[in-house]
C-alpha cells in the first residue's frame, strides 16, 4: 500500500505548518498547511501544493540547516492510505491508517489552494 506522512516544519523564514505528503506515482505529492491537518470530523484546512519530494523524504526528521526550508522537521503522523477516487487536479478521496489521521478523507481544489476534510462513513 502507499504511504502518507505528516511533518511538522517549523521553518526560520515560514514559521510552523503541517506538510502532507502522499505517495503517488514513485513520489510525495506535497501539501503546506498552516495548521494541523483535521482529525475530527467538521474541520477543514487549507493546503497549498509544493513541490514532489522523493519517497525516502517520507522518514526524515531532523534540521534542515540551509535555503527556504531552513528549520526543523518533525513527523506528526505517518502511516499507509488506500485511494478510493481520483480526479486529478480537482478531487482526490482516500482512507488513512495513520496514528491520528484515521478515516476517510477528501481534498478538493479550489481557487485558494486544496481543502482537507474528514468524511463521515463510506
Known sequence: MPVFVVQSHKARRAGLHYDFRLEVDG???SWAFRKEPPVDLGVR????????????YASF???????YGA???EIWDRG???????????KIE????GQRMKGRYIMVNTDR??????????
Not at 80 to 90: A, H, R
Not at 113 to 122: E, M, S, V
Open 27 to 29: 513520489v510525495l505529492k
Open 45 to 56: 484546512r487549507l493546503g497549498i501544493p509544493q513541490v514532489d519530494h522523493e519517497l525516502s
Open 61 to 67: 526528521e531532523g534540521e534542515i540547516k540551509a535555503g
Open 71 to 73: 528549520g526543523t522537521v
Open 80 to 90: 499507509e492510505y488506500e485511494l478510493i477516487e481520483s480526479k486529478p487536479e480537482k
Open 94 to 97: 482516500f482512507e488513512l491508517k
Open 113 to 122: 489552494g486544496w481543502l482537507l476534510f474528514k468524511r463521515k462513513g463510506p
